[in-house]
């Protein structure tokens, strides 16, 4: 019974963990391929446009977690020159573990997304 | 006899929510990469003014982008999601202050997950924000 009990767990953590999992990093993804073209858009040269980037990421109202949490700890990285790209990474997604962690799984997941997009013309390119 | 009635009761318990979970999340994951591209189509293609009828044909190729993952799609085509229609897609445009398109929301409106043992209902989401970075044709018209 125990037996069928544990395989049981994990049956239901790949389904619905794994599940959560996937979904985090796919709106993660999206969220940073949108904040790297908003980035992008605003690069003129200047440190100003650095600032309107800035801006542009922080007022991107997208979520993840099934559309309920706000991204936080976003980070925004620009080429040297300050007009050729911009990089979005979204490091602190963790995914809470409902099932896996009851037959030894971890109690979180941490998961990460990142894109780069040119500036002229605005597009991704990783 | 009665520890075996007990414990399958549990375990078709389980199995079915694992079954109903799974499959909605499938399909939710499905959800937000169509409406991203969709977003990302919609930000990237030329925003046609000509007439407000223009501004409608470029919102239903959009819908139909996220729909079908194809802007003119074939009259047989099928849905990159089951039973999503253009009519689940929301596209609405953010105007500056010059008028000029400056980025695009797109979002599904009443999508029902139908999931063998219970309904999933999304509505507002999944929901994109994209800059628009495309071709601003105030004069043109949709081909």
Known sequence: MSVAMV???????LAFDFGRIYIARNEAQVFTDAAAMA?????DGTDAGLDRARQAVARLPMRWNL??????G??????PDKQSWA?????DNQVEITFLRAVGGPPVFTVLAHSVAAAKPV???? | MIELAVSAAVMVG???GT??????FYIYNQLVTAVGNGGRYAAMRTYRAGAPSDIEKGKAAIRNMVTYGDARPAPDALPQVPNLKPDQVEVDWVMDDSGNPASVNVSLIDYTVDAAFGMFRFTGKPAVEYPFVGRFAPTESEP
């Open chain 1, 67 to 72: 559309g309920t949490k706000s991204f936080t």
């Open chain 1, 74 to 79: 976003v980070v925004v990285k620009f080429s």
């Open chain 2, 19 to 24: 079954v109903q979970f799974g499959y909605t």
């Open chain 1, 123 to 126: 597009r991704l390119i990783e």
């Open chain 1, 7 to 13: 395989l049981m767990l994990a049956v239901m953590g």
């Open chain 1, 39 to 43: 980035a992008a858009s605003k690069l």
């Open chain 1, 87 to 91: 990089r979005v990474t979204a490091p």
């Open chain 2, 14 to 16: 389980c199995l079915a």
